[in-house]
């Protein structure tokens, strides 16, 4: 079956098997900055984004993205690189595997917060909001620091911890 998907405001128009996952179709079409790690929805390394809510392409059918519009890291790349550069600063990239996935839920959150027009939130609701984005290096630590410069770069105060 053929399905029309916009990827990063580009249209690829492709036959495709309807088993197949995002994840493939994405990969197979040069979006390599989709990662593939649990494949069980369990580690956020795949997230994308579907009309510009998080998803996580291992376990979203290619079909479901029939006619919408996804967004890959390498359609963010002025946000991506702003936000790796915080993480790097605080030391939270350590094999770097899981920061595609992350910063991937890190943009969704600060355009959720922004179009609530939200000014203050709290370490709390970045963990919930990152709960689903697993790292095996560090302790998450880093990458709250990071996230609180990032966050008061976009005016958005982050309250609570340390
Ligand atoms: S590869 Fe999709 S959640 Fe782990
Ligand atoms: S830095 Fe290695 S998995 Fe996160």
């Given at each position: 079956?053929?399905?029309?998907?916009?990827?990063?405001?580009?249209?690829?128009?492709?036959?495709?098997?309807?088993?197949?996952?995002?994840?493939?179709?994405?990969?197979?079409?040069?979006?390599?900055?989709?990662?593939?790690?649990?494949?069980?929805?369990?580690?956020?390394?795949?997230?994308?984004?579907?009309?510009?809510?998080?998803?996580?392409?291992?376990?979203?059918?290619?079909?479901?993205?029939?006619?919408?519009?996804?967004?890959?890291?390498?359609?963010?790349?002025?946000?991506?690189?702003?936000?790796?550069?915080?993480?790097?600063?605080?030391?939270?990239?350590?094999?770097?595997?899981?920061?595609?996935?992350f910063?991937?839920?890190?943009?969704?959150?600060?355009?959720?917060?922004?179009?609530?027009?939200?000014?203050?939130?709290?370490?709390?609701?970045?963990?919930?909001?990152?709960?689903?984005?697993?790292?095996?290096?560090?302790?998450?630590?880093?990458?709250i620091?990071?996230?609180?410069?990032?966050?008061?770069?976009?005016?958005?105060?982050?309250t609570?911890?340390?």
């Amino acid at each position: 079956m053929e399905i029309r998907v916009k990827v990063n405001k580009k249209m690829i128009i492709r036959e495709i098997s309807p088993d197949m996952m995002l994840i493939d179709f994405l990969r197979e079409n040069g979006y390599t900055s989709v990662k593939r790690g649990c494949e069980t929805s369990n580690c956020g390394l795949c997230t994308v984004h579907l009309n510009g809510k998080p998803v996580l392409s291992c376990s979203t059918p290619a079909l479901r993205a029939d006619g919408q519009q996804v967004t890959t890291l390498e359609g963010m790349q002025k946000d991506a690189t702003q936000i790796g550069a915080y993480i790097a600063d605080e030391g939270a990239e350590q094999c770097g595997y899981c920061s595609p996935g992350f910063i991937m839920n890190i943009i969704a959150m600060k355009n959720e917060w922004i179009a609530e027009e939200k000014t203050v939130a709290s370490e709390d609701d970045i963990l919930t909001y990152l709960a689903g984005n697993l790292c095996r290096c560090t302790g998450y630590m880093g990458h709250i620091r990071a996230l609180r410069k990032y966050f008061a770069a976009n005016n958005i105060e982050i309250t609570g911890g340390k």
